[in-house]
Nanobody, 112 residues
Framework: QVQLVESGGGLVQAGGSLSLSCAASGRTFSAYAMNWFRQAPGKEREFVASITRAGGTTRYADAVKGRFTIYRDNAKNTVYLQMNSLKPEDSAVYYC?????WGQGTQVTVSS
C-alpha cells in the first residue's frame, strides 16, 4: 500500500521561508515523477511543482517560479519543496502526489 506523508507546514510571516517534506513508502519511489499541489479555502486544487524520477527536470507554476524549489532524495524516498519569499496568497494545504496517490496534506499559512 502506498503512503505519502507530508510535513513541515506551519505559520510564517510574509517574506519568510518554509521547507515541506513528503516521505513515500510502499512503491519504488525512484520510479515515479513526483508533484506538489495546493488547495486554498474555496478554491480548486492547483499544481505547484513537479520533478522527474531522477530529479533532472523540474517544472513550476508561474505563481511560484523563482521562489519555490522542488527536489528529491531517492535514497530517502522523500521529495521536498523549499518555499522562499512567501506571500499571503501562498496560504493553502499542500499535497504531494504521484499517479492516483495523495498525501493527507500539510497546512501553510502566511501572514501579512
Amino acid at each position: 500500500q502506498v503512503q505519502l506523508v507530508e510535513s513541515g507546514g506551519g505559520l510564517v510571516q510574509a517574506g519568510g521561508s518554509l521547507s515541506l517534506s513528503c516521505a513515500a513508502s510502499g512503491r519504488t519511489f525512484s520510479a515515479y515523477a513526483m508533484n506538489w499541489f495546493r488547495q486554498a479555502p474555496g478554491k480548486e486544487r492547483e499544481f505547484v511543482a513537479s520533478i522527474t524520477r531522477a530529479g533532472g527536470t523540474t517544472r513550476y507554476a508561474d505563481a511560484v517560479k523563482g521562489r519555490f524549489t522542488i527536489y528529491r532524495d531517492n535514497a530517502k524516498n522523500t521529495v521536498y519543496l523549499q518555499m522562499n519569499s512567501l506571500k499571503p496568497e501562498d496560504s493553502a494545504v499542500y499535497y504531494c502526489n504521484f499517479g492516483a496517490y495523495w498525501g493527507q496534506g500539510t497546512q501553510v499559512t502566511v501572514s501579512s
